[in-house]
């Protein structure tokens, strides 16, 4: 899967708080849409089996295939059902939406519009997926890896960045705090002079910028009686608790678990038409129970394993 890493001047971030420590980010992106939907359940006919019946609360849960698969009315109600892990950080992965999707709101406008306004008063912090630069690492050294980042976000949709910083500005304005991703001119001038290997050092990279971010704020925390949830929102690489064989340095995940004992929760965020039966999505351990599963109007929510969710959200309808 390709990967976005978001350089933006340092005026363009200034919807977030200066780094105090180490730093952030995350992520996996999909080509784009469509996994063709089954219809919604309707009455059943004679012979037939009829299908389960959507829960009439909509904080009710209805169990629907392997992987711990929970359908939900409301995907405020799934977020609780992750939520009631007690997390110290929830990272949140996403696919990122590619050139084509413009139409369908994208998962980061969703968390900030549907999600992210039910932590205010839990979550003190969101470490976002942008990287910052201020031209202290030299301008043809930042250009570069500007330049090196194009045959990765090219096929993404042009809005991904924007939304990225709009998903910082909501997240100040609602009281929890804001960073971006600041690595150093060391990491810098590593990206430039990795060659063939500049992905990897890009992924690896943004692990380590994360790392540094959100080990920085759980030393903050250790100091408080209420120390609040800590956020991490980007591509869903690099929240994995089992990386795959291979990308073990892109993930922040296992290091964070050992570092809260065990109080770190993976959640990714799915938009269903970005879907596709391609390689990259077929490598998804829900992926076989999604294609078979009933795609209702409801929330689904998976539990690959523990600590590790994957909600992927109704359907858009205009």
């Known amino acids: 899967m390709s990967h ?5 001047l340092l005026s363009l971030a200034s919807a977030c708080a200066p780094s105090q420590a ?3 980010a995350k992520a996996p992106t999909s080509e784009a849409p469509n996994a063709t939907p089954s219809p919604p359940p309707s009455a059943s006919t004679p012979g037939t089996t009829p299908s389960t019946p959507a829960p009439t609360n909509p904080s009710a ?7 711990g698969c929970l359908r939900f009315r409301s995907t405020e109600a799934a977020f609780e059902h992750v939520l009631s892990e007690r997390p110290l950080v929830l990272a949140l992965g996403e696919a990122h939406a590619q050139k084509g999707t413009e139409a369908i709101p ?3 406008k969703r ?3 549907q999600l992210l306004p039910r932590l205010v008063g839990r979550a003190r912090a969101l470490v976002v997926e942008l990287l910052v630069s201020d031209g202290k690492c030299g301008g043809q050294v930042e250009q570069r890896v500007a330049e090196q980042q194009r045959p990765v976000t090219e096929n993404q949709a042009a809005s991904n960045q924007n939304e990225f910083l709009t998903l910082a500005q909501q997240s100040k304005a609602l009281g929890i705090v804001p960073y971006p991703l600041r ?28 790392l540094r971010t959100l080990n920085g704020l759980l030393d903050t925390a250790s100091n408080s009686a209420e120390p609040g949830l800590i956020l991490a929102y980007g591509g869903a690489l690099h929240n994995d608790l089992s990386p795959r064989s291979g990308r073990e340095s892109w993930s922040f995940g296992p290091a964070l678990r050992e570092r809260t004992n065990g109080r770190y929760v993976e959640l990714d965020l799915i938009v269903p038409e970005y879907v596709k039966d391609t390689e990259s999505w077929q490598a ?8 078979t599963a009933s ?10 394993s523990p600590s590790s969710f994957v909600l992927i959200f109704p359907r858009f309808s205009p």
């Open 106 to 108: 994208s998962t980061a």
């Open 295 to 304: 795609h209702t109007e409801e929330t689904l929510l998976y539990s690959p």
């Open 22 to 24: 180490p730093l952030v």
């Open 183 to 210: 690595p150093t001119c060391d990491e810098y001038r590593a990206i430039t002079g990795a060659g063939a290997g500049d992905i990897d050092r890009m992924l690896t990279t943004v692990r380590d910028a994360s």
């Open 111 to 113: 968390f900030a519009e």
């Open 61 to 67: 849960s209805i169990p629907c295939g392997g992987l």
């Open 4 to 8: 976005p890493l978001r350089l933006i």
């Open 284 to 291: 998804f351990p829900w992926y076989k129970e999604y294609q």
